[in-house]
């Protein structure tokens, strides 16, 4: 077919468009683009059914099935902190090490959704100057092993299936080069490049949007905002009204305020009495302040049914047994009434919870929460956690011996968990990644059409004619920052097997060993430091720490340039 390459291209161009326009969710653009790629036949059915059949796509899953035994081991949150307040850098050392080494053998979002609640509640820092150095090793550290990131996974299945074998051996040298590396870079230049203004007057992370509605008949009916003193609130500003469906913005000191008014408040919620003390005001649902037992903050997760839907499209109250009382995304005001906003992944929601929040099962794989840790699932016993240490153990094992395909393995660790009640079957449905199989699967087509349309051989030749005469490492670096520059279009996994066939292609072509360019492939598709959007984990942190797009930039090109010169030179040394 004549057009089949442009048409190719176009199916390419357009996914990431999608992913790029933010107004549709990840698992629907891949689920858009394989129907597609199906319907004009650039893959078979048949070989679009059996990528989805992948081994590597069933071992992240069932790795994320086993992740949700791991978070009921009790006390596991105490290896990151000590006790005592210890000092910015030493909290952030031992914070970062145990990090390190549970993201290196661990789902890396499990790592850093347990830690946001004790990272954010810490006496000697603040979750400005915690979370994002936590969100960057928890992701520079999933690369000692095969199967710390779903990116490396996926590139260690389908370079099998292109006959280039990798293990733990491979990624483990390499990968502890880079994590030690971003591990003292984040140490060294983390307390400086977040050091917050100590003379704010209110904490970033207590700053949220507000509604309350004018009680018909009240006092404030008919009065001007000035003359109902809403002008000069000590910890609140009004920043709109909506009247019905008009919204009115900015708000002026003679604006006046009718019945069923809602008004947008912003402020610091810890003062949340101060709008409950107005007359003729109602904060729906009342509660009695901010501090007390029924009342939380959470982030909404990447992959949570919120994104992209509003409180009432998502039935919040009902579904999770809480209200929302106000939404804060990052450094951007909310405009408009609470439950007309559509969610994104990052937003930070304050919850007046009810006596039923904290045993709904649906919890954990939607919401982190901040001011608890009780993430809707029971402890294990000693004896189970125990057990369950040597059963991972004897997972780490074969892996590192390759007594079994990690695939496998993996497959018997998610078994072990049900099989033993560490996880329900309920939870094992409740929480199972259907949106993530589909975003894998999508990337696993992506790279299939990559391939076929002969875009990656044509790529490997420009590459292995740009570098020839040159040492092996700048052929290297062509395919780490290709895979790098995709991961800000696509996802981590989609620029991964993107690169992948490009590696293997440049390989051949250029005569170097073939396992040395997917491992870049993969190192560089994991280089993801610069946007919030660009790994799910930097998603997560957002809110929470009140991060801007300077924070991203500033400290993820530090991290970035230690983690990108480590892995190029310890690939070109160790695994060419």
């Known amino acids: 077919m004549v057009f089949g390459p442009i048409l190719d291209g176009a199916l390419m161009v357009g996914l990431a468009v999608l992913l790029l326009s933010g107004r549709v969710a990840p698992a629907r653009a891949f689920a858009i683009f394989g129907l597609a790629v199906i319907v004009l036949g650039r893959v078979e059915f048949e070989t679009a059914l059996a990528a989805l059949g992948s081994p590597a796509i069933w071992a992240v899953v069932a790795l994320v099935v086993f992740s949700l035994a791991l978070a009921k081991i009790p006390l596991l949150r105490r290896v990151f902190f000590a006790s005592r307040p210890m000092g910015l850098r030493l909290t952030l050392a031992r914070m970062l090490s145990a990090a390190a080494l549970t993201s290196a053998v661990a789902p890396n979002t499990a790592v850093v959704a347990a830690m946001l609640g004790p990272a954010s509640r810490r006496a000697e820092a603040s979750a400005h100057q915690l979370l994002l150095p936590l969100s960057y090793m928890a992701l520079a550290a999933g690369m000692m092993t095969p199967f710390g990131t779903s990116a490396s996974l996926m590139v260690v299945g389908q370079a099998a299936q292109a006959g280039v074998m990798l293990d733990v051996r491979d990624f483990a040298l390499p990968g502890l080069i880079v994590a030690l590396g971003v591990f003292i870079t984040l140490i060294v230049f983390a307390p400086v490049m977040l050091k917050q203004d100590p003379d704010a007057e209110i904490a970033p992370q207590d700053v949220f949007s507000v509604e309350a509605r004018v009680v018909a008949g009240a006092r404030l009916d008919g009065r001007t905002v000035a003359g109902a003193a809403l002008r000069h609130l000590h910890s609140f500003y009004l920043a709109e009204i909506i009247r019905g469906d008009t919204l009115i913005a900015p708000v002026r000191p003679g604006q006046m305020l009718r019945a069923d008014d809602r008004l947008i408040f912003v402020g610091d919620i810890q003062h949340m009495d101060e709008l409950q003390a107005i007359s003729g005001l109602s904060i729906n649902p009342p509660v009695s302040g901010h501090r007390h037992d029924n009342s939380y903050r959470a982030v909404i997760s990447g992959d949570s049914v919120l994104v992209g839907r509003t409180l009432k499209e998502a039935d919040f109250r009902s579904r999770f047994d809480a209200s929302v009382l106000g939404i804060q995304r990052a450094d951007q005001a909310v405009s408009g009434k609470l439950g007309d906003v559509r969610l994104q992944p990052g937003d930070l929601l304050l919850l007046a919870a009810g006596p039923d929040f904290h045993r709904r099962d649906n919890l954990r794989a939607n919401l982190h929460l901040l001011d608890s840790d009780d993430n809707g699932l029971a402890q294990l016993s000693v004896r189970n956690s125990i057990l369950l240490g040597l059963v991972f153990a004897g997972f780490l094992i074969a892996a590192l011996f390759q007594l079994a395909p990690i695939a496998l393995a993996a497959l018997c660790l998610a078994s072990a968990a049900l099989l033993f009640d560490w996880v329900s079957p309920r939870e ?116 929470p720490g009140r991060y801007g797009l300077s924070d991203y930039l500033r400290l993820g090109a530090v991290v970035f340039i230690a983690y990108a010169s480590l892995a190029l030179i310890s690939l070109s040394v160790f695994a060419l």
């Open 428 to 543: 094992a449905r409740r929480n199972f990644p259907f949106d993530m199989v589909i975003v894998l699967w999508g990337a696993v087509l992506l790279s299939l059409l990559v391939s076929q349309s002969g875009l990656s051989a044509l790529i490997a030749s420009g590459v292995a004619e740009i570098s020839a005469g040159l040492p092996a490492i700048a052929a290297l670096a062509a395919i780490f920052f290709m895979a790098w520059m995709m991961t800000e279009f696509f996802s981590n996994t989609s620029a991964a097997l993107i690169a992948l066939p490009v590696a293997l292609d440049t390989a051949q072509v250029a005569g170097y060993d073939p396992g040395a360019f997917a491992l870049a492939a993969a190192f560089g598709a994991s280089a993801s430091f610069f946007m919030p959007f660009g790994y799910q984990t930097h998603l997560m942190v957002l809110s």
